[in-house]
């Protein structure tokens, strides 16, 4: 695999990774959107090794095989076992407005790239140009989180935007020092431990994962 | 030995205007297959177009010259348009005159006057098949012109000879401008087309019917123009989706040797996307109409995102 | 030595508490458990005094004159809250508000958030710290949510969200801070080592730092509580138990502020110019002037004291963004004694909403008649929090507001506008509460003395008498920031 194939490929799949991230924000059915946030961790798993390779920083291979059994086993298994007990894997969310979510969406892209565009000047990197997509996908999930009313959507939202920040860590800078990623790694482990915990108690208070119902605490006129 | 443009033009005309009826006989076969039914030969559409050919025309009293004249419009429109897609062979006269955003211009004549004809004899239902054509049109379209410049960005060009030449070197299918294209296109293609999940060819029922219910009053021969120029619009579709996307093995020299290895590696990519036609169209049932605006503006959205990481990641 | 022994008491007493569950005895172990920290944190303190800043692990742990007292300051809070919670949450179970399995989760968890925090002060490892920041957020949104009421439930999950987001953003900051640093020390775990970063941070590519600040701005501000994103902060403080708004308000905020600041200086080494000090004193003095605003039509009273919360720290970034000495000077001060004070308000906060079962502030009153050491303590505090001379806060408040005049004399109409707002919402909800009969639904109950007076004598001998070590301290402190 010669430097010129890693890069081009490695951008093919920072197009995926968008990709997916876009997909997530219309997508109305839990186990499509599941199966969806697992391709990400998917394509972000590859797509680190295949930096790794390219750039012969090894400890990449580590974060690789992390991302592959956290992003793509672990985290949506426990979410497939949540949907299943908590019996809401029929529902289907209402989402309005898809094309306005999406124009936002697009808008986003594109102030990403304005945004990165001082990095992409100062990089030597192959894959300097890889950090705009993942702003971008940090910035979707973000959206995504604002736009979906639903406590499980908000989460998996969460989880695409820590996605996106590894994603950015591997482009700007080839990875974080190890013992950071470990360390984000865990954090991400207790997260969802306790969303978990949040789900049952969620459901058990309100009859319902729908967060509009949480309207209680509100600044009284 | 080198064969005259004009000639190879010539074959790749007659390549159209014959292989159109076949390739959708091999997609009914597949999908009967699919389905686990026993399909019909994979010549019954050449029977089909006989048939409507021996029988007469019965017109509508009030029909105008545009319900008499469309068939021949849009079968013309359509050969003209199999012209400038490098099918066999890059190196064509017409390619050249006309690039891609004519041949857009060329099906957007054949689909004004269809919905015109639509119209003109006052049926509701071709009336509601008509506004619902240009409903999806006046989206479709759109999309449609952005993936073809997120392509041209690519190659620099948007004539189709020349993305066929720059796409077929190098590794382009890699580049997330041309997947990210390439999927606006598949989108677009199923819509303009009329295949599931936005349209159904198969059926006549009233309410789902888009571009069945504008051509519910023709028969006999307009009936057959109209037929087979919706076959050809299929396979251009197809073989447009090869040339931009998949273009390796399209000759470029103009030899007889090359022709012919040429026709023979279009065939299989064609048999090939027949296959996969049907895997998407038994995969998805159809929508809702107000439903397309979503599909469409997804097909919008793939386009501008491969321009946008055109720039972002190439 | 004294370092890993300060980190790892609460870390073991957060496992033994975690196994001891609801014997007899667990409340007496966490205030042990803490004890000890605030023990290891003095003895730290004594020897980064007389032998000056100090480097452990391998670099892996900074010690120096700013950290190490908001350290003390951490242990000293988190031991005194050990002693009021263990009244409160006995009666807390009384009523059968909670659980014993809700008991041992609550002390493991309390023990696991100083941990979270004094790892975020000791840590020299950018990295590190967003990830023990993380940490803390994470240990406290099951707390907030202790009662599982459906507003408990609600403000823990726009916590978690809220938080979730903003530290993801201070994330990113952090990957932009490493790819400068990357480009001056070289890849790998030195290049994130604060004590590295600040030795060279006049070579760190400015227009990347900049940038970098905007998202750590965002991210760690979002924990601090600064206005426009300070939603989480009023509805985790009113709905969670009493003690963990004590420890949030005090020491929570301190830690996110600290994180700010360390990355401030930074940001300043790098583009001379300044940059960073403006944005924080924007979020600053909007900060001031929207709580307390807020102040005014609030009627839940953990609920209020929340927003003041919000208002001292946007006067601490607006301090800490104006720089100089002074301004310097007076916002470490003012981090000090608004923790110490707000602590002991929510104290006898605490004491209150349990006498009359409400944390409705038209439903508390008498509580002077009912309970001196509440009614006073609460009406002492409120004085003290503020600004009235002779408390601490009158001293912090004062010398940020004259370094204001003089570096910034157009933020000072605003800094005062909003000081004067706080002041007579305070007054207004509060004298009410503290005066009056006793109403009929006011029970009597027996009340953590120790904490609340020990917090107010300190936050009173500050403002009158500052000790010449405290002095120092903050002078030193003063220096490491220019």
């Given at each position: 695999?010669?430097?010129?194939?890693?890069?081009?490929?490695?951008?093919?799949?920072?197009?995926?990774?968008?990709?997916?991230?876009?997909?997530?924000?219309?997508?109305?059915?839990?186990?499509?959107?599941?199966?969806?946030?697992?391709?990400?961790?998917?394509?972000?798993?590859?797509?680190?090794?295949?930096?790794?390779?390219?750039?012969?920083?090894?400890?990449?291979?580590?974060?690789?095989?992390?991302?592959?059994?956290?992003?793509?086993?672990?985290?949506?298994?426990?979410?497939?076992?949540?949907?299943?007990?908590?019996?809401?894997?029929?529902?289907?969310?209402?989402?309005?407005?898809?094309?306005?979510?999406?124009?936002?969406?697009?808008?986003?892209?594109?102030?990403?790239?304005?945004?990165?565009?001082?990095?992409?000047?100062?990089?030597?990197?192959?894959?300097?140009?890889?950090?705009?997509?993942?702003?971008?996908?940090?910035?979707?999930?973000?959206?995504?989180?604002?736009?979906?009313?639903?406590?499980?959507?908000?989460?998996?939202?969460?989880?695409?935007?820590?996605?996106?920040?590894?994603?950015?860590?591997?482009?700007?800078?080839?990875?974080?020092?190890?013992?950071?990623?470990?360390?984000?790694?865990?954090?991400?482990?207790?997260?969802?431990?306790?969303?978990?915990?949040?789900?049952?108690?969620?459901?058990?208070?309100?009859?319902?994962?729908?967060?509009?119902?949480?309207?209680?605490?509100?600044?009284?006129? | 030995?080198?064969?005259?443009?004009?000639?190879?033009?010539?074959?790749?005309?007659?390549?159209?205007?014959?292989?159109?009826?076949?390739?959708?006989?091999?997609?009914?076969?597949?999908?009967?297959?699919?389905?686990?039914?026993?399909?019909?030969?994979?010549?019954?559409?050449?029977?089909?177009?006989?048939?409507?050919?021996?029988?007469?025309?019965?017109?509508?009293?009030?029909?105008?010259?545009?319900?008499?004249?469309?068939?021949?419009?849009?079968?013309?429109?359509?050969?003209?348009?199999?012209?400038?897609?490098?099918?066999?062979?890059?190196?064509?006269?017409?390619?050249?005159?006309?690039?891609?955003?004519?041949?857009?211009?060329?099906?957007?004549?054949?689909?004004?006057?269809?919905?015109?004809?639509?119209?003109?004899?006052?049926?509701?239902?071709?009336?509601?098949?008509?506004?619902?054509?240009?409903?999806?049109?006046?989206?479709?379209?759109?999309?449609?012109?952005?993936?073809?410049?997120?392509?041209?960005?690519?190659?620099?060009?948007?004539?189709?000879?020349?993305?066929?030449?720059?796409?077929?070197?190098?590794?382009?299918?890699?580049?997330?401008?041309?997947?990210?294209?390439?999927?606006?296109?598949?989108?677009?293609?199923?819509?303009?087309?009329?295949?599931?999940?936005?349209?159904?060819?198969?059926?006549?029922?009233?309410?789902?019917?888009?571009?069945?219910?504008?051509?519910?009053?023709?028969?006999?021969?307009?009936?057959?123009?109209?037929?087979?120029?919706?076959?050809?619009?299929?396979?251009?579709?197809?073989?447009?989706?090869?040339?931009?996307?998949?273009?390796?093995?399209?000759?470029?020299?103009?030899?007889?040797?090359?022709?012919?290895?040429?026709?023979?590696?279009?065939?299989?990519?064609?048999?090939?996307?027949?296959?996969?036609?049907?895997?998407?169209?038994?995969?998805?049932?159809?929508?809702?109409?107000?439903?397309?605006?979503?599909?469409?503006?997804?097909?919008?959205?793939?386009?501008?995102?491969?321009?946008?990481?055109?720039?972002?990641?190439? | 030595?004294?370092?890993?022994?300060?980190?790892?008491?609460?870390?073991?007493?957060?496992?033994?508490?975690?196994?001891?569950?609801?014997?007899?005895?667990?409340?007496?172990?966490?205030?042990?458990?803490?004890?000890?920290?605030?023990?290891?944190?003095?003895?730290?303190?004594?020897?980064?005094?007389?032998?000056?800043?100090?480097?452990?692990?391998?670099?892996?742990?900074?010690?120096?004159?700013?950290?190490?007292?908001?350290?003390?300051?951490?242990?000293?809070?988190?031991?005194?809250?050990?002693?009021?919670?263990?009244?409160?949450?006995?009666?807390?179970?009384?009523?059968?508000?909670?659980?014993?399995?809700?008991?041992?989760?609550?002390?493991?968890?309390?023990?696991?958030?100083?941990?979270?925090?004094?790892?975020?002060?000791?840590?020299?490892?950018?990295?590190?710290?967003?990830?023990?920041?993380?940490?803390?957020?994470?240990?406290?949104?099951?707390?907030?949510?202790?009662?599982?009421?459906?507003?408990?439930?609600?403000?823990?999950?726009?916590?978690?969200?809220?938080?979730?987001?903003?530290?993801?953003?201070?994330?990113?900051?952090?990957?932009?801070?490493?790819?400068?640093?990357?480009?001056?020390?070289?890849?790998?775990?030195?290049?994130?080592?604060?004590?590295?970063?600040?030795?060279?941070?006049?070579?760190?590519?400015?227009?990347?730092?900049?940038?970098?600040?905007?998202?750590?701005?965002?991210?760690?501000?979002?924990?601090?509580?600064?206005?426009?994103?300070?939603?989480?902060?009023?509805?985790?403080?009113?709905?969670?138990p009493t003690p963990i708004s004590a420890v949030l308000s005090g020491l929570l905020l301190n830690i996110a502020l600290y994180a700010l600041v360390r990355c401030k200086v930074l940001v300043d080494g790098s583009t001379g110019t300044h940059h960073a000090g403006n944005i924080m004193m924007g979020f600053g003095i909007l900060s001031v002037i929207v709580a307390s605003f807020s102040l005014l039509r609030q009627k839940d009273i953990k609920r209020m004291f929340a927003y003041s919360s919000i208002e001292h720290m946007g006067?601490?970034?607006?301090?800490?963004?104006?720089?100089?000495?002074?301004?310097?000077?007076?916002?470490?001060?003012?981090?000090?004694?608004?923790?110490?004070?707000?602590?002991?308000?929510?104290?006898?906060?605490?004491?209150?909403?349990?006498?009359?079962?409400?944390?409705?502030?038209?439903?508390?009153?008498?509580?002077?008649?009912?309970?001196?050491?509440?009614?006073?303590?609460?009406?002492?505090?409120?004085?003290?929090?503020?600004?009235?001379?002779?408390?601490?806060?009158?001293?912090?408040?004062?010398?940020?507001?004259?370094?204001?005049?003089?570096?910034?004399?157009?933020?000072?109409?605003?800094?005062?506008?909003?000081?004067?707002?706080?002041?007579?919402?305070?007054?207004?909800?509060?004298?009410?509460?503290?005066?009056?009969?006793?109403?009929?639904?006011?029970?009597?109950?027996?009340?953590?003395?120790?904490?609340?007076?020990?917090?107010?004598?300190?936050?009173?001998?500050?403002?009158?008498?500052?000790?010449?070590?405290?002095?120092?301290?903050?002078?030193?402190?003063?220096?490491?920031?220019?």
């Amino acid at each position: 695999m010669s430097y010129a194939f890693a890069a081009q490929l490695n951008s093919l799949l920072a197009a995926l990774i968008l990709l997916t991230a876009f997909a997530m924000l219309v997508q109305r059915r839990m186990y499509a959107l599941l199966h969806l946030f697992a391709w990400q961790g998917l394509f972000l798993s590859i797509s680190t090794a295949v930096v790794g390779f390219a750039a012969q920083s090894h400890h990449l291979y580590i974060s690789s095989v992390l991302t592959l059994a956290i992003k793509v086993i672990l985290l949506p298994y426990i979410l497939h076992v949540l949907i299943r007990k908590l019996k809401i894997h029929r529902e289907v969310e209402t989402i309005v407005n898809v094309p306005t979510t999406m124009l936002i969406g697009i808008a986003l892209v594109i102030f990403s790239y304005h945004l990165t565009a001082p990095i992409r000047e100062l990089s030597t990197l192959m894959t300097k140009s890889t950090l705009a997509v993942a702003l971008a996908t940090v910035m979707l999930g973000l959206l995504m989180m604002i736009t979906r009313r639903h406590a499980v959507t908000q989460i998996i939202g969460f989880l695409a935007m820590e996605n996106g920040l590894f994603f950015a860590a591997t482009s700007a800078t080839y990875g974080m020092p190890l013992v950071v990623e470990l360390g984000v790694a865990l954090d991400i482990l207790i997260a969802a431990f306790i969303f978990g915990i949040f789900f049952f108690h969620i459901n058990t208070t309100f009859d319902s994962l729908d967060v509009d119902q949480m309207a209680r605490l509100k600044e009284e006129d | 030995m080198k064969v005259h443009p004009l000639l190879i033009e010539l074959i790749q005309v007659f390549v159209l205007l014959f292989a159109a009826p076949l390739f959708a006989g091999w997609v009914k076969m597949v999908k009967c297959w699919s389905q686990g039914r026993t399909s019909p030969s994979l010549l019954q559409p050449y029977r089909d177009l006989c048939k409507l050919f021996s029988k007469d025309v019965a017109l509508a009293e009030n029909a105008s010259w545009i319900f008499r004249s469309t068939p021949y419009l849009v079968f013309g429109v359509t050969v003209l348009a199999g012209g400038i897609i490098p099918i066999i062979s890059v190196d064509l006269p017409l390619s050249a005159t006309a690039d891609v955003i004519a041949l857009v211009a060329l099906f957007a004549i054949a689909r004004f006057f269809t919905a015109l004809a639509g119209m003109d004899i006052g049926t509701s239902f071709g009336g509601m098949g008509s506004s619902r054509e240009m409903t999806i049109a006046s989206l479709a379209e759109p999309a449609m012109l952005m993936a073809i410049f997120a392509v041209s960005l690519a190659s620099k060009s948007t004539s189709l000879s020349q993305m066929a030449i720059v796409v077929s070197q190098g590794y382009s299918i890699l580049r997330p401008s041309l997947a990210f294209a390439l999927l606006a296109f598949i989108l677009i293609a199923l819509t303009e087309t009329g295949r599931v999940p936005v349209d159904n060819p198969a059926t006549h029922l009233e309410l789902t019917m888009i571009h069945e219910a504008m051509i519910l009053e023709y028969s006999g021969r307009h009936l057959a123009l109209i037929e087979w120029a919706k076959m050809m619009k299929l396979f251009l579709f197809i073989t447009l989706g090869i040339a931009v996307f998949f273009p390796w093995g399209i000759d470029a020299a103009g030899g007889a040797a090359g022709l012919a290895s040429s026709f023979l590696i279009m065939s299989l990519k064609l048999g090939i996307s027949g296959v996969g036609l049907v895997l998407i169209e038994t995969g998805l049932a159809k929508m809702r109409i107000f439903r397309v605006t979503e599909f469409l503006g997804s097909a919008f959205l793939f386009a501008t995102l491969g321009m946008l990481s055109f720039f972002i990641l190439e | 030595m004294i370092l890993l022994v300060l980190l790892c008491v609460p870390l073991v007493a957060s496992l033994a508490l975690a196994f001891i569950g609801d014997r007899k005895f667990a409340p007496e172990v966490n205030i042990l458990g803490s004890a000890a920290t605030f023990v290891a944190g003095i003895a730290l303190a004594l020897e980064v005094y007389h032998h000056g800043p100090m480097l452990a692990g391998d670099k892996f742990f900074f010690v120096d004159a700013f950290n190490v007292y908001l350290a003390v300051l951490t242990s000293f809070v988190s031991m005194t809250t050990a002693l009021f919670s263990r009244r409160y949450m006995r009666r807390e179970r009384e009523h059968g508000t909670i659980g014993h399995r809700r008991i041992r989760f609550y002390h493991a968890m309390f023990q696991l958030f100083i941990f979270a925090m004094l790892l975020c002060l000791l840590t020299n490892n950018v990295g590190v710290l967003w990830i023990a920041m993380e940490l803390a957020t994470l240990s406290t949104v099951l707390l907030v949510s202790l009662y599982r009421t459906p507003s408990a439930i609600e403000a823990a999950w726009k916590y978690f969200i809220l938080c979730g987001v903003g530290i993801a953003l201070a994330l990113f900051g952090t990957v932009l801070l490493y790819f400068a640093a990357e480009k001056v020390l070289g890849a790998g775990g030195e290049a994130l080592l604060w004590t590295n970063l600040s030795q060279v941070s006049d070579q760190l590519e400015p227009t990347i730092l900049s940038l970098a600040f905007v998202f750590l701005m965002v991210g760690y501000g979002t924990k601090v509580g600064l206005v426009p994103v300070h939603n989480w902060l009023p509805d985790a403080h009113s709905e969670g138990p009493t003690p963990i708004s004590a420890v949030l308000s005090g020491l929570l905020l301190n830690i996110a502020l600290y994180a700010l600041v360390r990355c401030k200086v930074l940001v300043d080494g790098s583009t001379g110019t300044h940059h960073a000090g403006n944005i924080m004193m924007g979020f600053g003095i909007l900060s001031v002037i929207v709580a307390s605003f807020s102040l005014l039509r609030q009627k839940d009273i953990k609920r209020m004291f929340a927003y003041s919360s919000i208002e001292h720290m946007g006067i601490t970034t607006f301090a800490f963004g104006l720089g100089g000495p002074v301004a310097t000077f007076g916002a470490l001060l003012h981090m000090l004694v608004h923790s110490l004070t707000k602590s002991a308000i929510f104290f006898t906060v605490g004491h209150a909403s349990q006498m009359h079962r409400t944390q409705d502030m038209d439903r508390i009153q008498g509580l002077i008649r009912g309970n001196p050491l509440v009614g006073w303590g609460m009406t002492f505090g409120v004085m003290a929090i503020v600004g009235m001379p002779p408390f601490g806060v009158f001293m912090s408040e004062f010398l940020i507001l004259t370094a204001t005049i003089k570096d910034a004399p157009l933020m000072a109409p605003f800094l005062l506008l909003g000081l004067g707002v706080t002041f007579a919402a305070l007054f207004r909800k509060v004298q009410p509460m503290v005066t009056g009969e006793v109403p009929p639904h006011q029970k009597f109950l027996k009340v953590a003395h120790v904490p609340v007076l020990l917090h107010m004598f300190l936050v009173l001998g500050i403002g009158i008498y500052m000790p010449k070590f405290l002095a120092d301290w903050f002078h030193t402190a003063v220096g490491l920031l220019k």
